[in-house]
């Protein structure tokens, strides 16, 4: 059984919301100790994959529905970083969304991608435990983490 998450917080799932997750996650990453390595970097990347994460489904989980509820976790461990962002709307497969092409670049489409480039591991799957379509990515601080059992 996991422990209880550091961070837990749910919001309507609307663009409205999308700039207080933003700040919250810049806020929160950009003072936590153990994110200040590399000038940084770190911190900036973390903030990144929250914003795009929600992003992704405020703009897709809930399409052609009323919005409804986006939820993010976030749990810091000693060596590393776990972040879920919940969603009970339309799921999706991710091996399903092609890799942007970097001769015709586009604005947009960009979310799976850099989430994909920042984190060590990431998998999206309904959770019965979470009761809705989970995205778990997790990051070390010093060493890569491998993927484990959540679910």
């Not at 409205?16 to 919250?24: N, Q």
């Not at 976790?73 to 942007?100: E, H, Q, S, T």
């Not at 960009?110 to 989970?134: C, H, K, P, Q």
Request: negative net charge; hydrophobic residues 40%.
């Amino acid at each position: 059984m996991e422990r209880d998450s550091d961070v837990d917080l749910q919001v309507t799932a609307s663009l409205f919301y999308l700039p207080a997750l933003g700040h919250f996650a810049k806020a929160l990453f950009s003072k936590h100790p153990l994110l200040q390595e590399d000038e940084g970097h770190l911190a900036y990347n973390m903030e990144l994959v929250v914003y795009e994460a929600c992003a992704n489904v405020i703009r897709h989980a809930y399409e052609g529905m009323d919005p409804g509820t986006l939820r993010l976790r976030i749990w810091f461990y000693p060596d590393k970083l776990a972040i879920r962002v919940v969603d009970f709307g339309r799921g999706f497969d991710p091996d399903r969304i092609p890799l942007p092409d970097p001769n015709d670049p586009v604005e947009g489409g960009l979310g799976l991608f850099i989430i994909r480039s920042a984190m060590d591991w990431f998998t999206y799957t309904y959770s019965r435990t979470e009761e809705g379509n989970v995205l778990h990515m997790e990051k070390g601080f010093t060493e890569p983490v491998a993927p484990c059992e959540i679910f």
